[in-house]
């Protein structure tokens, strides 16, 4: 990358020293690159003005043109604010000041048009704005240069250091007054930017910051989400051209004794046509002679472990040892203890490997594998350590992920000459734009049925106040001999907020639901695994019919007599963890319940999602409108999602078209040239390296 990228972002004027050690630790800004691709979420339009009356705590900045019509000094001398009435022709509002309240008060006059701006909050009942920009009107139409105001995300701690959005558009600008001179290479091929009508990167870069117009913002904008877009895909459709091309596949090339006796005699129920789908998917694909590389997405409890497994028995039958790698502990042994029910009777052993696997036990297992003894092995990440290694390895499942990435998927492959077919399976839908995303150089099936029989779950919200109802309602359900899980956010009391946890349920629901009638297990992340499994299996067994828990449920635990899912502060929650935890319900024949508690007040946001998961059960819904509410680089909240992808400027939830065009154009090129060796291409392929040099070693995979 070019020097001037590279520059250190204290010397720019307006940063200094201190506000560059806030701009690192905050938001990872330590280089003019770092800074300029640190884009405005919003943009004002600063000819445009809000009637007062129209004014929102959720509005964000705004604008608003009026008059001081009143102002006056509150409180004593120790607590002072000063407080200035400004109206338009629609209403008035306070603006308040706690600090500076001299010089504002000397400059601020009657008769005057002044333009402010700043954020409405709401404080007793009344709309006001503290600390806002205010500028004379006549002024503020004479520096008008740029119409559109950017602005940029700031933390809580930077705001307490003083850097705020305006901030950062001041350090911007003097950014912007050197860049115009830098030299910066493109990164894009030429023809490429011809074809889409695209500016050249410098040009995209200034106007993402400073555009002149509307036109000149919406070319930036699409340039630069182009090209994010555009370099994941050609990266991940690139691996998948060179891993298809590679060394080829294992060929499962019969279906054997052991899939259809287990089929045919050990099923005891029909498979559901989506099952059946997918299973005749990964057939096709395992008989090509190339590697399957496969993403298997379903909702919870529509069955795919069981089509992991009937894979597995494909992969027996053909000779070759097969993994299945689950994210947790709890998750491993509760897939381990399924399986073995399932296949002992088919005198098929099982391992489980996981990092409490005591040594003696381990090595003897790693010698099995080493000689091809043993055939299944379900672990954790314990898999993917050097140590381990297969004879035979022709399939390995990765379950309930989000946390592997394509380069820890590529560790698995360099085990053998011939790399494993590999099928990846999520409980969390991912809508499609964000599967091409993550997932673009996979192949992806959809089991998109649930089996016979299930009742939809009902999800009902109560407020804190309904508690007494909530309780009723579980006695009648417990009554009825079914078991209720209560969750919790946190397990001890936390310091500065009155969050529900974990130890005060238990004081509360052991008095509301005494022994002998009722009794409770206990599980949550700081117990030793031995007891958790001990509770868990308490729950399981039905000796006990309450499980107060943490989140440490959301993936492990099978019970079909549990009818009621309890979510205390779910406003807390994301959209795709509530939505897994109400897949604990709703796995037996009975009707299940999921109810939300949250507190009185709810932001608009935690509003929506409360919503979405009373008005739907589908997971591919929930996903898409999680999405939606999570925009990109949301600094300000804290983001429950496990997803990790790190976008800078597209937004997956809105951009489906420019990345449907990235993706194609990645496509052409990479069918024209597969290893980028044309000279209009050498850029590509220097980009490429670039941006993931850190991630994977294409020698290592090619
Ligand atoms: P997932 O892994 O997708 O969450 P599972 O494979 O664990 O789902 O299936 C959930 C439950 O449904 C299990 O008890 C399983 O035995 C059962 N099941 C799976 N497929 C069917 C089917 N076709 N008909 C009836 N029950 C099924
Ligand atoms: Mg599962």
């Not at 052993?349 to 299944?376: C, F, H, W, Y």
């Not at 011939?418 to 409980?427: D, E, K, Q, R, Y």
């Not at 779910?570 to 508690?597: K, N, P, T, W």
């Amino acid at each position: 990358m070019s020097s001037f990228f590279d520059s250190d972002i204290k010397y720019l004027k307006g940063v200094g020293p201190q506000r560059a050690l806030v701009l690192a630790d905050e938001l990872g800004i330590k280089t003019y690159g770092d800074l300029i691709y640190y884009f405005p979420y919003r943009y004002l339009d600063r000819t445009r003005f809000h009637p007062i009356n129209t004014l929102n705590e959720d509005m964000g900045w705004v604008q608003i043109k009026g008059r001081i019509t009143k102002s006056e000094l509150v409180g004593d001398s120790r607590h002072q604010r000063f407080v200035a009435w400004f109206a338009d022709e629609t209403g008035s509002i306070p603006l308040v000041w706690f600090q500076g309240i001299k010089w504002i008060k000397d400059k601020l006059q009657r008769d005057v048009e002044y333009v402010v701006f700043g954020r409405p909050s709401e404080f007793n009942h009344q709309i006001n704005i503290v600390h806002p920009d205010i500028e004379e009107a006549a002024k503020h139409q004479a520096k008008a240069e740029f119409v559109l105001q950017p602005l940029y995300n700031t933390s809580e701690k930077m705001k307490n250091r003083q850097i705020t959005t305006k901030t950062i558009y001041q350090i911007q600008f003097s950014l912007y007054e050197q860049f115009k001179n830098a030299t910066i290479p493109e990164t894009l091929p030429k023809s490429l930017l011809d074809k889409l009508n695209m500016p050249p990167l410098k040009t995209a870069l200034q106007d993402v910051h400073f555009p002149k117009d509307q036109y000149d913002l919406q070319r930036a904008q699409f340039r630069l989400k182009f090209e994010e877009l555009f370099y994941i895909q050609l990266k991940l459709l690139r691996l998948k051209g060179i891993k298809a091309r590679a060394n080829g596949g294992h060929r499962f090339a019969t279906v054997g004794h052991y899939f259809n006796t287990f089929y045919k005699q050990h099923l005891t129920f029909e498979l559901t046509n989506a099952q059946k789908r997918v299973l005749r998917e990964i057939r096709q694909d395992t008989n090509t002679g190339l590697q399957m590389n496969r993403l298997l997405q379903g909702d919870v409890g529509s069955g795919k472990t069981l089509v992991a497994m009937m894979s597995m028995l494909l992969a027996l039958d053909n000779g070759f040892q097969s993994c299945l790698m689950a994210p947790t502990e709890i998750l491993a042994q509760q897939h381990y203890k399924t399986f073995c029910d399932m296949l002992a009777p088919l005198g098929i052993e099982v391992g489980l490997l996981t990092g409490s696997t005591k040594p003696s036990v381990r090595n003897q297992m790693l010698a099995d594998l080493a000689e091809n003894r043993l055939k299944i092995l379900i672990g954790t990440h314990a898999l993917i350590e050097d140590r381990v290694s297969f004879s035979h390895l022709g399939l390995v499942i990765i379950d309930e992920q989000h946390r592997f990435g394509v380069a820890q998927r590529a560790k698995l492959w360099s085990k053998n000459y011939i790399p494993p077919h590999v099928l990846v399976m999520t409980a969390t839908p991912i809508p499609r734009t964000l599967a091409m995303t993550l997932y673009g150089d996979l192949d992806v099936s959809v089991i998109d049925e649930l089996p016979p029989g299930r009742k939809p779950i009902k999800t009902i919200h109560y407020y804190d106040s309904n508690r007494l109802t909530m309780f009723a309602f579980l006695r009648q359900q417990l009554q009825l001999g079914r078991q209720v899980y209560i969750v919790y956010p946190l397990i001890s009391e936390p310091e500065a907020s009155d969050l529900k946890y974990l130890e005060d349920g238990v004081e509360g629901i052991s008095r509301a639901f005494p022994p002998p009638q009722y009794s409770i297990s206990v599980v949550h992340g700081r117990m030793k695994a031995a007891d958790k499994e001990l509770s868990m299996s308490y729950f399981a067994k039905g000796i006990t019919n309450i499980m107060i828990a943490t989140t440490v449920i959301e993936v492990g635990v099978n019970v079909p007599n549990a009818s009621v899912m309890v979510i205390e502060n779910a406003e807390r929650f994301g959209l795709s963890q509530l939505h897994q935890l109400r897949g604990r319900v709703g796995r037996g024949a009975d009707q299940s319940y999921c109810i939300l508690m949250t507190g009185n007040k709810l932001t608009s946001d935690a509003r929506k999602r409360i919503q979405t998961m009373v008005e739907t059960n589908d997971g591919f819904e929930i996903a898409e409108a999680d999405l939606k509410l999570r925009g990109p680089g949301d600094i300000e909240g804290t983001q429950q999602s496990g997803i990790a992808i790190d976008l800078k400027i597209a937004d997956l939830g809105k951009d489906n078209q420019i990345l449907m065009m990235a993706r194609n154009e990645a496509i052409r090129i990479l069918e024209e040239d597969p290893n980028l060796e044309d000279r209009d291409n050498a850029i590509l392929n220097a980009e490429i390296k670039r941006r993931w040099r850190y991630e994977f070693d294409w020698g290592q995979i090619s």
